[in-house]
């Protein structure tokens, strides 16, 4: 069935050490969103996607990097350079409007814990 | 850029009574959406309302566009209904902008 998938659900990891998280949508979504959300807050925007092979940066995109090589599959990978990465991470997609977001759809998220 | 605000932040209902929930935006937008985040983080699409009045069941929503400003109504309020709920924007599209969240808790 149709859907969004992140994987895996719970991740550690120690400092000074790269992840890389993982969503892939059958959607057939042109857009892809990466957000991070902190305890007790909203949302905010890492990185985005509207396109194959083209990405645009968030309002917190230092520290992370993404790829985006096919339709289905958004990872994203925290660096080390991210200073403090503990976080609940959510992938998401939409269709697109010419410049405009569609409605967006969210994945189930993905618990990063640094040790 | 955008500011998006919620009231109240936090509301404790007895199971069976009604709520609104309310989203004030600082500029236009050509977007709207509610959410509910489950206990498991999970984000539930609700409505996609950039104006005008929609209703699903026991919720309902309403945005006035020209006044920047949404609503979200829940009736017969249940214990299933806690959690957070969210207002998100799209700014046409310079950005998707979240609010904080009302954290709703529904008592039996």
């Known amino acids: 069935d149709g859907g969004i998938t992140q994987s895996p659900k719970y991740l550690f990891r120690k400092e000074g050490q790269n992840v890389t998280l993982s969503c892939e949508q059958n959607l057939n979504h042109d857009a892809m969103y990466w957000y991070r959300q902190d305890p007790g807050q909203g949302l905010r925007l890492i990185y985005y996607?509207?396109?194959?092979?083209?990405?645009q940066k968030g309002d917190i995109a230092e520290g992370y990097s993404v790829s985006r090589e096919k339709k289905e599959s958004f990872p994203l990978t925290v660096t080390s350079a991210q200073k403090n990465p503990t976080a609940f991470y959510l992938c998401?997609?939409?269709?697109?409007?010419?410049?405009?977001?569609?409605?967006?759809?969210f994945g189930p998220g993905t618990r990063l814990t640094v040790l | 850029g955008i500011q998006v605000e919620q009231s109240p932040p936090d509301l404790i209902l007895q199971e069976g009574a009604n709520s609104t929930l309310r989203c004030n935006f600082s500029d236009s937008v050509n977007n709207l959406q509610w959410f509910h985040q489950n206990p498991w983080g999970q984000l539930i699409n609700l409505f996609y309302i950039p104006s005008g009045t929609k209703q699903n069941g026991r919720l309902s929503a309403t945005t006035v566009a020209t006044e920047r400003y949404s609503l979200l109504y829940i009736s017969s309020s249940q214990t299933t209904d806690s959690g957070v709920y969210f207002c998100a924007v799209d700014d046409y599209g310079q950005n998707f902008v979240f609010g904080p969240g009302t954290r709703l808790s529904v008592l039996p």
């Open positions: 998401a997609s939409s269709t697109q409007s010419g410049q405009f977001y569609n409605e967006q759809f």
């Open positions: 996607s509207q396109i194959v092979n083209d990405f």
